[in-house]
């Protein structure tokens, strides 16, 4: 049963224009929320992250939303680049500080 | 600061050999953890090592294996390889503190024929 899920499996987006990336977990108790690029053949790079007491953090083009009541967050990335063309994963730490990852959603900025 | 290096980078065995891989997180942390990503999957946890101890492990067969030395180096072993072990194989370091994020290598890409 999958804790942390990512249904886009895909997301085509214009250059320029806002990206939202989606992510759903089923564990009220998770309290920290992370969410990492990942380029082809290179390993995940840390974005943003955002604690259960928060509702929003900010960085730069990168947004991250929280609702805790329907357990789902977001990553906005506003305006779209192309070098943002890569997989997102969103993750959740549990109890034993280990990560539980989402299936990632391919995000493709288009010309 | 340096970041997490892995190696090697690339990787050809043949069915039935072992591998041994390696990972040097981050100065300062002492948590390792790894992870498997086959084409088209995400990121299948491993284990992690903290202090040279497994504290975490996800659902491998026993022909994975790992340690942790005192330096914090980690080594990550699979014996009698199978077709479905081709993979980029992933480290990540962390503090392992609440909130902690986890930092990777850019992998090892093992390819068995």
């Known amino acids: 049963d999958q804790q942390v899920k990512q249904n886009s499996p895909s997301l085509s987006v214009q250059e320029g224009r806002i990206s939202i990336l989606n992510c759903d977990y089923t564990?009220?108790?998770?309290?920290?929320f992370l969410w990492y690029k990942k380029y082809p053949a290179e390993g995940p790079t840390f974005l943003i992250s955002?604690?259960?007491i928060k509702d929003k953090n900010e960085d730069g083009r990168f947004t991250v939303f929280l609702n805790k009541s329907a357990k789902h967050l977001s990553l906005h990335i506003v305006p779209s680049q192309p070098g943002d063309s890569a997989v997102y994963f969103c993750?959740?730490?549990?109890?034993?500080?280990?990560?539980?990852w989402g299936a990632g959603t391919k995000l493709i900025i288009k010309p | 600061k340096a970041g997490v290096t892995q190696t090697p980078r690339y990787l050809i065995k043949t069915r039935g050999q072992q591998v041994t891989l390696s990972c040097s997180p981050i100065?300062?942390?002492?948590?390792v953890s790894w992870y498997q990503q086959t084409p088209g999957q995400g990121l299948q946890f491993l284990f992690e090592?903290?202090?040279?101890?497994?504290?975490n492990k996800g659902n491998f067969p026993g022909r994975f294996s790992g340690r942790q030395f005192s330096n914090s180096r980690s080594e990550m072993n699979v014996s009698t390889l199978e077709l479905g072990d081709s993979a980029l194989y992933l480290c990540?370091?962390?503090?392992?503190?609440?909130?902690?994020?986890?930092?990777f290598g850019p992998g090892t890409r093992l390819t068995v024929l």
């Open positions: 990540a370091s962390s503090l392992r503190d609440r909130g902690g994020t986890q930092y």
């Open positions: 100065s300062g942390h002492r948590s």
């Open positions: 993750a959740v730490q549990d109890s034993n500080y280990q990560l539980i």
């Open positions: 955002i604690s259960s």
């Open positions: 564990n009220s108790m998770f309290d920290y």
């Open positions: 090592y903290f202090s040279e101890t497994q504290r």
